[in-house]
């Protein structure tokens, strides 16, 4: 049987990609960011997971906003990654396991979840950089097979938090009713607090993400008695991508523990944020 | 049509939601073909035709010509798409978002850092 054997928390901002790619661990403005990275590493090495499904927004890369599905999930043997207009290399293609994609969008309608079914789907900088974040090698990105799942928090009306923290659990059950023995670890990428638009740009909330991640391995529902547009107002117009991290710590069930945490401002224009759980029963 | 109407304004931000992306849809389309290498050729070669090929309304023409990022955001602009517009004059986010916040590049990430630094940032 698959097995979710642990999750991530972890932003996604195009300048990681920059970072990395010009090589910039050790370097001053970078260091206490990458540093919150290492037992992530270690980790994904100790326990090299079969398949990864990571929860992202799409930036206007493969969707517009001429249909934009609330949540959309990948169902394709591969995932390119293409030019965003603004600079980014393009990373090299990504696998997919499109058997145990459709499995999971299966369940998921079963469960009363509308998903989008895509067999093609471009990925951007939400979900490689997070890819190049837990695998910065490309020879361990490529023993890893993706299930991208994409969640509009771009045009309002988002999904709720609720809706997240709902459809992960739901992730949860998928996988572990899946036949085949794989190890699983899901992401949940974007955040934490960050306005990018208006005359408040540059805003975050240290105070508010300090006890997002307090709460978030026993109490995520305290999320939950926030509207996304309080939400806007706290943490940023772009900080409610934090509502994706709720679908990782769903599909976790309660039987985990928190094995590192790291937070740091800056990291361009925003609060940068990484969290890592294990299922206890690993 | 979905909006935020009637919601308490949050100071010195631009929501975008159903409103917003109707006012904003010839824009951010526009700005969604700068993906292609080659759309973005043709909108340096001729500004002007590009713009009108999209159907941008004078306005939005106008702050697109100024690369206003505040009045394009204010006429429907979603700040993921005008990043792939201000890219092209190689402003990056932190350009921008000190031009939102009226300060130099500077201060804006002086500020970011000062927000790293307090204990309520």
Redo the contacts between chains.
């Keep these: 049987m698959a097995k979710l054997i642990g999750g991530v928390g972890s932003s996604h901002v195009?300048?990681i990609g920059n970072a990395l790619e010009q090589g910039l661990q050790s370097d001053p403005y970078w260091k206490p960011f990458f540093e919150g990275y290492k037992p992530v590493w270690k980790w994904m090495e100790d326990k090299k997971p079969d398949v990864a499904i990571l929860v992202y927004n799409d930036?206007?890369?493969n969707f517009?906003?001429?249909a934009m599905p609330t949540f959309a999930i990948g169902a394709a043997t591969e995932y390119q990654n293409?030019?965003?207009?603004?600079?980014l290399k393009p990373l090299d293609p990504f696998k997919g396991n499109p058997e145990f994609s459709w499995y999971l969008i299966d369940s998921l309608v079963e469960d009363e979840f509308d998903i989008t079914m895509c067999q093609e789907m471009l990925v951007d900088h939400g979900f490689t950089v997070p890819m190049s974040l837990m695998w910065p090698k490309q020879e361990l990105r490529n023993q890893v097979k993706v299930i991208p799942v994409c969640v509009n928090v771009?045009?309002?009306?988002f999904p709720s938090a609720r809706r997240c923290l709902k459809l992960g659990e739901a992730i949860g059950k998928a996988v572990a009713s899946y036949e085949e023995d794989l190890n699983v670890v899901i992401l949940g990428t974007g955040g934490l607090s960050h306005?990018?638009?208006?005359?408040?740009?540059?805003?975050?909330?240290?105070?508010f993400d300090t006890e997002f991640l307090d709460k978030l391995k026993d109490e995520p529902e305290w999320l939950l008695k926030y509207s996304n547009?309080e939400l806007?107002?706290i943490v940023?117009?772009?900080g409610v991508e934090m509502i994706m991290w709720l679908i990782m710590r769903g599909a976790l069930g309660d039987n985990i523990r928190e094995l590192s945490r790291n937070y740091?401002?800056?990291i361009?224009?925003t609060?940068a944020g990484v969290i890592l759980f294990e299922n206890e029963a690993v | 049509m979905q909006s935020l109407k009637g919601k308490k304004p949050i100071p010195g931000t631009i929501v975008f939601d159903g409103t917003q992306a109707v006012k904003g849809y010839p824009l951010n389309k526009m700005c969604f073909s700068f993906n292609k290498a080659e759309n973005r050729d043709a909108f340096k070669a001729d500004e002007d035709a590009y713009c009108a090929k999209y159907g941008l309304t004078d306005e939005q023409r106008d702050a697109v010509k100024k690369r206003d990022v505040l009045a394009l955001l204010n006429l429907g602009g979603n700040i993921y798409y005008l990043a792939k517009l201000t890219g092209m004059f190689g402003l990056n986010m932190q350009d921008i978002g000190a031009q939102q916040a009226g300060i130099s590049l500077k201060e804006f990430k002086a500020k970011l850092f000062a927000a790293g630094e307090t204990k309520n940032g």
Excluded: M
């Design positions: 195009p300048a930036h206007g890369l517009f906003l001429d293409a030019d965003e207009g603004w600079g771009v045009q309002y009306p306005q990018l638009d208006g005359e408040r740009a540059g805003h975050t909330n240290r105070a547009y806007a107002e940023g117009p772009q740091h401002i800056p361009s224009n609060a």
